[in-house]
């Protein structure tokens, strides 16, 4: 397979798609943020990956977590096709070592991916160390403006700290994933030069303030993901997400701003070229 739109796929698997998804697959669409890698996927990857042609899915972006887990990244691209990311995510900083950073600057040199990442500061889950993820960021951002590349950013509580870093560095490109600031952080972001991802949160009504990010931002300043094994949207809840749902979260969205989904499709779309340097449609 190695396409992501590989023909054999679509020919020999059907997934069980929700006929509002497959009404739209003439619309496409990219997943920003996919760990298409995932354990969670190892037993029907396959079939995931049908589901979301299926469903209008045109490509999906697959950032590393860390070193040991780079091969299982890299074989999503020479599998399906799908562009990656590399990088050492900000919740194993326990298990990065300060080798590993000069590990990944060579990876990055020698298979030259679209962006660094999975890649930020998260200070929300309990027990880790605040100065050491920095430490990690910093390296990481230093890499990104090394190869000019843009990053893909995980943040949870620390919107400012992560700012900060981006404007020391001077990296002013890249997606804020699974963003849920405030609307001046926002403000901030895009001044930045980056994109806010919104994916299967914003299904919730209770969610107030992504629901209120993702209908009143710049049309222009949003991308579209899943996040997918994790995030998944209302009607997966406490379930494995995957991409082919995007198309559902497109809807919503889409509902929630009173525009036509081709044209939240389109705009999109050309957002993630934009930010990430893709060439495909």
């Avoid at 994790?230 to 379930?239: E, G, H, L, N, V």
């Avoid at 494995?240 to 499709?265: G, H, K, M, V, W």
Wanted: proline letters at 5%; charged letters at 20%.
């Amino acid at each position: 397979m190695a396409g992501f739109l590989h023909p054999s796929i679509a020919d020999t698997t059907r997934g069980d798609v929700n006929s509002s998804i497959q009404s739209t697959c003439l619309t496409m669409f990219i997943d920003t943020h996919c760990h298409l890698d995932a354990p969670e996927f190892d037993a029907d990857r396959d079939e995931v990956v049908a589901r979301a042609q299926e469903a209008g899915i045109s490509q999906m972006i697959v950032p590393a977590i860390s070193l040991p887990t780079l091969a299982a990244t890299l074989a999503m691209r020479s599998r399906y096709g799908c562009p990656v990311a590399l990088g050492l995510h900000p919740i194993y900083e326990r298990t990065h070592r300060d080798e590993h950073l000069l590990a990944l600057r060579n990876a990055i040199a020698q298979v030259q991916p679209i962006a660094v990442g999975e890649i930020g500061l998260d200070f929300f889950v309990a027990g880790l160390d605040a100065q050491r993820q920095t430490d990690i960021f910093a390296a990481q951002l230093k890499l990104a403006r090394d190869f000019d590349l843009p990053v893909l950013l995980h943040v949870r509580k620390s919107q400012d700290q992560v700012l900060k870093q981006l404007r020391r560095f001077g990296v002013r490109r890249g997606i804020a994933h699974a963003f849920n600031g405030s609307p001046q952080q926002a403000d901030a972001y895009i001044k930045q030069g980056f994109k806010l991802g919104f994916g299967g949160s914003l299904t919730f009504e209770r969610a107030l303030n992504i629901r209120r990010l993702a209908t009143d931002l710049p049309l222009e300043s949003i991308v579209l993901e899943t996040d997918a094994p994790d995030i998944s949207p209302s009607w997966a809840y406490m379930q494995r997400n995957e991409p082919a749902y995007l198309s559902q979260i497109a809807t919503e969205l889409a509902q929630l701003r009173d525009i036509s989904l081709s044209a939240l499709a389109a705009q999109t779309s050309a957002n993630a070229r934009e930010a990430l340097n893709l060439h495909f449609p």
